[in-house]
């Protein structure tokens, strides 16, 4: 059964870093993209990127180009969603989404990670 | 520009029939894929590539194209379709991926 579990909940402050992870089971991590999802309070989805675990290859959203960083751990399966710096405006939920077979759509999503930024 | 564009909201009777649309010049070369996310949980894929809904989503989800507007259709929508709808597909260059904005679906 494929699983995509996420970290826990986070509340940081301002300009404090941050690390949140997807850790993937029940199938070959290194075969599949990993992409990640902002959820902005009441707000719909927003795509952040995506992350090749085989050689951790990553596209950024224009839009958020250099905000934020991905990287991969093969060795324990796990995907990462790096910030330097958080402001306010990265209040949201993140999702990390296993694209699935011929790169068509996303087909497993986790449960979501509720980061919280304030001063 | 990449983007693609969706209702806000839509509302549709129990048991009839809603046909929630998606319009981006991406989707002239990419099919839509679709969610459902409904408060406080993770989206679910409900229909991907030319109309193939995985497997335990129910055969009343249906999609379809027609040039730059994607489309899903629930026919018979029941009480726990209510949820936001998003599509979903490359942009034009196929390096990245869009959202629309969503759809609230309520079933009256």
């Known amino acids: 059964e494929v699983q995509l579990e996420q970290s826990g909940g986070e509340v940081k402050k301002p300009g404090e870093s941050l690390k949140i992870s997807c850790k993937t089971s029940g199938y070959t991590f290194t075969s599949y993209w990993i992409a990640w999802v902002r959820q902005m309070p009441g707000k719909g989805l927003e795509w952040m990127g995506i992350v090749f675990p085989g050689d951790s290859d990553t596209r950024y959203s224009p839009s958020l180009q250099g905000q934020v960083s991905m990287s991969v751990d093969k060795s324990i399966s796990t995907a990462y969603l790096h910030w330097r710096s958080l402001k306010a405006s990265d209040t949201a939920i993140y999702f990390c989404a296993r694209q699935g077979d011929y790169g068509v759509a996303f087909d497993y999503w986790g449960q979501g990670t509720l980061v919280t930024v304030s001063s | 520009s990449s983007q693609l564009t969706q209702d806000p909201a839509v509302s549709v009777a129990l048991g009839q029939t809603v046909r929630l649309t998606c319009q981006g010049d991406?989707?002239?070369?990419?099919?839509a894929n679709w969610y459902q996310q409904k408060p406080g949980q993770a989206p679910v894929l409900v229909l991907f590539g030319k109309n193939i809904r995985p497997s335990g989503i129910p055969d009343r989800f249906s999609g379809s194209r027609s040039g730059n507007t994607a489309s899903l259709t629930i026919s018979g929508a029941q009480a726990e379709d209510e949820a936001d709808y998003y599509c979903n597909s490359r942009d034009t260059s196929g390096d990245i991926w869009l959202f629309g904005g969503g759809t609230k679906l309520t079933v009256l």
């Open positions: 991406s989707l002239r070369s990419y099919y």
